[in-house]
């Protein structure tokens, strides 16, 4: 990276010399969210925790920065102009389908005391369920499970001597602190002899519930060229975001963290109502705008927004009537105000986020953001008549007609997107596509809790 004449502030000021954060996932979220927050936190509390990165299996991002000494750029995106910040914090970096054993030695290197993860909603269990993966066995494309390493590593670093660590999940899934202490327990219960080890990871490794918020679109040529034209920089892995960003989570660092309090992190007992307010409001909302923005031919959620003034009630509706009567917001919060700042991101057009990015995997998520609501509305007698659209929608995107708005445009990728397609060529009206959509299915979906069963919140030690 070439230094520019006026240099853009970089964060920290002091490059940490020790790596005590191993991140699993570097993606775009991770650069724009957690780093960020390190690298302030850094910036006022000196400490070892530079990061290590491990990218799943691209190495687009892993040789980039590393040409650049471990800096990256990153973009805010409003109508006030972009604006630019460079992070100094990554000690390495490295693909985790090249060097699964190093994943597996880091864990259990004593310098290393907090794992993050962004590894999606479809990282926490493998092809089959988890009862039908051996330790060792990779996902099906030859990249191994992040999780089974994960586990491998808590387990060496047991028997070299044990030293606390803590675990955060930085994914969009309902309790996320406890369904990873829960996969990795399941794991490690498969080891002979484990009593100790259990012991140990139920004392010793924490497992904080968080909630993580910022909208961080996917890098395209042109934020190249916006660093490169405010700094001098050439930076081949800038990364976009919006202004807005939010870090919610529990207080379980046994082996110590940074000073996250200081860049703005919010620690609480309980995570619940912020990932509600999470999931139900920005997520649903976001799909929602995603899948009706597909149907009118857009590529931008904001565009999707401004350009139709007939999908701003529909939205609003579903914000205020279908949402948030299922859920009690935060303490304090201003919930008004909060509701008019989720409507300028969602327009923010500079920001770019694509509608097709936003609807991936919907075939995963809309069963965690929906189906709860739909129970609550059903018990009161009534029906979500926005959350139906919603549904209808994202169905309609892969079974619609060459005439729907989404002909021609990119279609979001979707574990269920073939199975949908041949069943709408088969059944193009809606009663007997849904029979026959329930009756094809292999097994059961994968559901919230029942209605009354909604595990407790807490994920301390």
């Known amino acids: 990276m070439d230094r520019p004449a006026e240099a853009p502030q970089v964060?920290?000021?002091?490059?940490?010399?020790?790596a005590g954060i191993l991140h699993l996932g570097l993606g775009n979220f991770h650069r724009a969210h957690q780093a960020v927050y390190t690298a302030r936190a850094l910036d006022t509390e000196p400490g070892p925790w530079g990061i290590v990165g491990v990218a799943n299996r691209s190495r687009r991002v892993v040789d980039a920065m590393t040409a650049q000494g471990g800096r990256y750029s990153v973009v805010t995106l409003d109508a006030d102009g972009p604006r630019v910040e460079v992070l100094d914090l990554h000690l390495e970096t490295l693909v985790m389908a090249e060097e699964p054993e190093r994943v597996v030695d880091l864990v259990s290197h004593p310098d290393i005391r907090v794992v993050t993860l962004t590894i999606t909603e479809k990282g926490y269990r493998p092809p089959g369920g988890l009862r039908g993966h051996d330790t060792g066995e990779d996902v099906g494309d030859g990249t191994p499970w992040v999780i089974d390493l994960l586990a491998r590593g808590l387990d060496a670093r047991f028997r070299e001597g044990g030293r606390?660590?803590?675990?955060?999940s930085c994914d969009n899934v309902s309790g996320n602190g406890r369904v990873l202490r829960a996969v990795v327990t399941e794991i490690l219960e498969r080891v002979p002899g484990q009593d100790d080890l259990l012991a140990w990871l139920r004392d010793s490794v924490g497992f904080p519930c968080t909630m993580v918020d910022r909208i961080v679109p996917a890098t395209e040529p042109r934020h190249t060229e916006m660093v490169r034209d405010l700094?001098?920089?050439?930076?081949?892995?800038?990364?976009?975001?919006?202004?807005?960003?939010?870090?919610?989570?529990?207080?379980?660092?046994?082996?110590?963290?940074?000073?996250?309090?200081k860049a703005g992190v919010t620690f609480v007992d309980d995570v619940l109502p912020y990932e509600l307010l999470k999931l139900r409001l920005v997520n649903t909302t976001n799909s929602l705008l995603a899948y009706l923005g597909?149907?009118?031919?857009e590529e931008l959620i904001a565009d999707s927004l401004t350009r139709h003034p007939?999908?701003?009630?529909?939205?609003a509706h579903v914000i205020r009537h279908e949402m948030l009567p299922t859920f009690e917001p935060p303490p304090g919060l201003d919930i008004d105000r909060y509701v008019e700042q989720l409507f300028t991101r969602f327009s923010n057009v500079e920001v770019g986020h694509r509608t097709a990015q936003v609807a991936s995997d919907g075939s995963l998520k809309l069963p965690i953001r929906i189906v709860e609501p739909?129970?609550?509305?059903?018990?009161?007698?009534?029906?979500?008549?926005?959350l139906a659209l919603l549904a209808a929608s994202f169905v309609r995107v892969f079974t619609g007609p060459p005439s729907t708005g989404v002909a021609g445009r990119t279609v979001p990728e979707d574990p269920s997107a073939e199975r949908y397609r041949r069943l709408g060529a088969a059944y193009p009206g809606?009663?007997?596509?849904?029979?026959?959509?329930r009756a094809e299915r292999s097994e059961p979906a994968s559901l919230p809790p029942a209605r009354g069963s909604t595990p407790s919140p807490t994920c301390t030690r």
């Open 310 to 315: 007939s999908v701003r009630p529909v939205a």
């Open 11 to 18: 964060l920290p000021r002091r490059r940490p010399a020790v």
């Open 374 to 386: 739909v129970l609550h509305h059903h018990d009161r007698g009534s029906v979500p008549a926005g």
């Open 430 to 437: 809606s009663h007997e596509f849904a029979p026959s959509s």
């Open 231 to 261: 700094t001098t920089l050439h930076d081949a892995a800038p990364v976009p975001a919006e202004p807005f960003s939010m870090w919610v989570m529990q207080d379980d660092f046994p082996g110590g963290r940074p000073a996250w309090e």
């Open 294 to 297: 597909l149907l009118l031919g």
């Open 164 to 168: 606390p660590i803590s675990v955060v």
